[in-house]
């Protein structure tokens, strides 16, 4: 039998506030990378990998 167990959260505003941020960030990245790869197939008709997308990571962090 398989059992499932629900927690309820209940955050600071400090947490609240870092939880929203790293969502954002992550929202971004995502949004950024698929625009790149969109642009690119759309320009050079090249289909770039998702491999290929984890090298602008180090140059976005900057």
Do not use: V
């Amino acid at each position: 039998m398989l059992k499932a167990f629900k927690y309820r959260i209940y955050p600071t505003k400090a947490q609240r506030s870092n939880m929203q941020q790293t969502l954002e960030l992550c929202r971004w990245t995502y949004n950024e990378t698929l625009a790149y790869r969109k642009n690119s197939f759309e320009q050079e008709g090249k289909s770039i990998s998702k491999y290929e997308t984890h090298y602008l990571l180090p140059e976005w962090k900057k």
